[in-house]
């Protein structure tokens, strides 16, 4: 097993052994040290870096307990019938409709020690940096969802919001948007949406497709809403 140590926990370990090795210049073995109250000797290539290895800058800015605890994914959402045949990918235009463009890229980052609720960057351009896919009662519905309520979100681009954040009043006062509501299935990429209503309650949220405008929304009841929505799931593929 490899574990990177920083320089200066490198550090640490050394500085004693330099110490007592000047001295005592015999073979200084771990028995007679740990007999004296001193930790042991370090392996012999403990902590020392492969040629060309520089931990990453994410995974010093996090100080992350395992690097395998970080992942970033980039790629495109792809919509599926629960039958799974695809419908199409959201795409890189105003509402993120599933077809009629150029398909949205995006990037999420996740972390298996941080179990919350992710936001997803999108990271084509047609939009203002940095724009997240979230939830939005743009134009539109209430935004409070449940069980017996036809209402429902916007899946659309919004402005980051913090995780588990009630809607709150996009730039121009007109919407309530949320941002961190995502969480993936790191097996098999699917993502599902957690809507947080204005009193703080966490309905159950399901992904709908409105066939006629082939847009993406989030409700709280299948059956109370409209007849051309469709439940649908969400994955991330490249
Ligand atoms: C999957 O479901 C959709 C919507 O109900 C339907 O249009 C499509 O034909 C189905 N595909 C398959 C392969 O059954
Ligand atoms: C949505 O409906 C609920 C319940 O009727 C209400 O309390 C809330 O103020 C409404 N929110 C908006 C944004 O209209
Ligand atoms: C917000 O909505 C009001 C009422 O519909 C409208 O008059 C106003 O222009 C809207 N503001 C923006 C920035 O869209
Ligand atoms: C979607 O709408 C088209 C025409 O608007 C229709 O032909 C098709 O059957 C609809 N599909 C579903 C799954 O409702
Ligand atoms: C449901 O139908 C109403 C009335 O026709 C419409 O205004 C609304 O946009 C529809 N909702 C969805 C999710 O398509």
């Known amino acids: 097993m490899f574990f990177p140590l920083s320089l200066h926990t490198l550090c640490l ?3 004693p052994f330099t110490v007592l090795s000047n001295a005592s210049p015999t073979k200084d073995t ?10 042991p000797l370090p392996p ?9 290895y520089e931990p990453t800058p994410v995974l010093r800015a996090r100080a992350s307990p395992s690097p395998s605890s970080v992942a970033r994914f980039s790629g495109r959402l792809q919509v599926r019938f629960n039958n799974g045949s695809t419908i199409g990918y959201v795409q890189d235009q105003s ?29 084509t351009t047609n939009f203002p940096s940095p724009s997240f896919v979230g939830a939005s009662s743009q134009g539109f519905g209430n935004a409070t969802i ?21 809607p709150i009043k996009s ?24 809507y947080v209503n204005q009193d703080g309650s966490l309905p159950t949220t399901f992904l709908i497709y409105d066939n ?6 989030l409700t709280g009841d299948t059956t109370a809403s409209n007849t051309s929505i469709t439940p649908v799931k969400l994955f991330l593929v490249n």
């Open 13 to 15: 370990f050394l500085v």
């Open 30 to 39: 771990n028995g007679y040290r740990l007999a004296r109250g001193l930790p």
């Open 44 to 52: 012999r290539d403990f902590g020392r870096n492969k040629p060309g």
């Open 95 to 123: 509402g993120l409709p599933v077809s009629g463009g150029s398909d949205l890229q995006i990037s999420i980052t996740t972390s298996s020690t941080r179990k919350e609720q992710l936001n997803i960057v999108a990271t």
């Open 146 to 166: 449940g069980t017996g309520s036809s209402n429902f979100v916007h899946v659309s681009i919004v402005q980051k919001t913090d995780v588990l954040s009630k």
């Open 171 to 194: 730039g121009n006062g007109n919407t309530s948007v949320e941002s961190a509501i995502w969480t993936v299935d790191l097996s098999t990429k699917e993502l599902t949406a957690q």
């Open 212 to 217: 006629a405008t082939t847009n993406l929304y």
